[in-house]
């Protein structure tokens, strides 16, 4: 068997991290590197490496992660502006192998992306 991501031992409370939603599907908590005044990254449980593996069984709980954001933004007063993003595989900067979004908030975002 694999050994854990480090967002799987969040999710199973091996290592600390700063919690702010969770419900039954999926978790969100701060990034430890932020790149924005606020940067949230938000998780399904269930362990899907990233999108090349996702199943049509997950149709379901994508749609829920991003009603989950929309709540998280609420929550967080940043509902006029923010940007998901997700970094899917090597090329795309993608280190933790347990697909995530990240919520970015804050700051202007420049577009295109770098
Ligand atoms: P990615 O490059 O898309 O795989 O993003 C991984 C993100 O996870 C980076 O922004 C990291 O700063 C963040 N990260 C890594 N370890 C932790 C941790 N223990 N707690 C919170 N965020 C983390």
Request: aromatic share 8%; glycine share 6%.
């Amino acid at each position: 068997m694999s050994p854990k991501t480090v967002f799987k031992k969040i999710i199973d409370r091996e290592i600390p991290a700063e919690i702010v939603y969770e419900d039954q599907e999926c978790l969100a908590f701060k990034d430890i590197n932020p790149q924005a005044p606020i940067h949230v990254i938000v998780i399904p449980k269930k362990e899907i490496p990233n999108l090349e593996e996702l199943r049509e069984e997950d149709e379901a709980l994508i749609g829920h992660l991003f009603i989950a954001m929309q709540r998280i933004a609420q929550q967080m007063g940043i509902s006029t502006g923010y940007r998901v993003v997700l970094n899917n595989g090597p090329d795309a900067g993608q280190e933790v192998m347990h697909m995530h979004f990240h919520l970015l908030a804050g700051r202007k975002f420049d577009w295109p992306p770098g």
